[in-house]
C-alpha cells in the first residue's frame, strides 16, 4: 500500500501567517491527490482534489501544488476558521490512504 | 443537496458482525463511486473500502480484508458494509462518502459509531 507521510504532525501559527503543510508518498501518484480540512466532531470537508484543483467555495487562500511524490497544501493568510486537522489522501490506487493529518493551532 | 445518511452502527461483541447502511440523495447515484472511511477515537482517518459506480471495481484497506464487504444496490441509493469478525480495533466512526473524479471524497455523510466490546 502506498504510505502517505505528511509534516509537521502539528503546527502553531497566527491569524495573518502564511502555512504550508507537506505530504510525501512512498510512490508516485501523479496527481491523484487530495486535501481534506476537519474540525472537531465535524465531518472533513474536501479542499484541494487532483493536487491543485480548489473545490467549489473553497476559499482562494488555500492552494495545492505537486506532483509524483511530492505535495503541498499553503494557506496564504490564515483566518480563525482555518484552525483545523489537514488530512492527504491519495487516491491513485486502492487501498486509497490517507497520511495521518496536520494539526493546525492558534498560537 | 447532496446527503449521504449512515446507520447501523451500534455495540457488538468482538467477533461478532454488523452492517452499515448509508442512503444517498441529491445525486445520481448511480453515476458515482462510492467509499467507507473510518476515524477511531482521537485518531486520524483511515480508508476502508470503495465502489465503483456498477460493483466493478472494488478495493479495501489491508486490515479489514477478508472480513469487511462493500456493496450497493443501486436501484435503492444504498451503500452498505457487511463487517464480520469485528475487533476493538474496527471500533471507529464510520463514515460513507461519494466519490467523483479520480475517486477523491466530494461529500461526506455525518458517520455512524461502531462500538465493539464485550
Known amino acids: 500500500a502506498i504510505q502517505l507521510t505528511q509534516s509537521p504532525s502539528s503546527l502553531s501559527a497566527s491569524v495573518g501567517d502564511r502555512v504550508t503543510i507537506t505530504c510525501r508518498a512512498s510512490?508516485?501518484?501523479?496527481?491523484?491527490l487530495a486535501w481534506y480540512q476537519q474540525k472537531p466532531g465535524k465531518a472533513p470537508k474536501l479542499l484541494i482534489y487532483?493536487?491543485?484543483s480548489l473545490e467549489s467555495g473553497v476559499p482562494s487562500r488555500f492552494s495545492g501544488s505537486g506532483s509524483g511524490t511530492d505535495f503541498t497544501l499553503t494557506i496564504s493568510s490564515l483566518q480563525p476558521e482555518d484552525f483545523a486537522t489537514y488530512y492527504c489522501q491519495q487516491f491513485n490506487s486502492y487501498p486509497h490512504t490517507f497520511g495521518q493529518g496536520t494539526r493546525l493551532e492558534i498560537k | 443537496e447532496v446527503q449521504l445518511v449512515e446507520s447501523g452502527g451500534g455495540l457488538v461483541q468482538p467477533g461478532r458482525s454488523l452492517r452499515l447502511s448509508c442512503a444517498a440523495s441529491g445525486f445520481t447515484f448511480d453515476d458515482y463511486a462510492m467509499h467507507w472511511v473510518r476515524q477511531a477515537p482521537g485518531k486520524g482517518l483511515e480508508w476502508v473500502s470503495g465502489?465503483?459506480?456498477?460493483?466493478?471495481?472494488?478495493g479495501y484497506a489491508d486490515s479489514v480484508k477478508g472480513r469487511f464487504t462493500i456493496s450497493r444496490d443501486n436501484a435503492k441509493n444504498s451503500l452498505y458494509l457487511q463487517m464480520n469478525s469485528l475487533r476493538a480495533e474496527d471500533m471507529a466512526l464510520y463514515y460513507c462518502a461519494k466519490g467523483a473524479g479520480g475517486n477523491y471524497l466530494e461529500y461526506w455523510g455525518q458517520g455512524t459509531l461502531v462500538t465493539v466490546s464485550s
Open positions: 465502489i465503483s459506480w456498477n460493483s466493478g471495481s472494488i
Open positions: 510512490q508516485g501518484i501523479s496527481s491523484a
Open positions: 487532483d493536487a491543485s
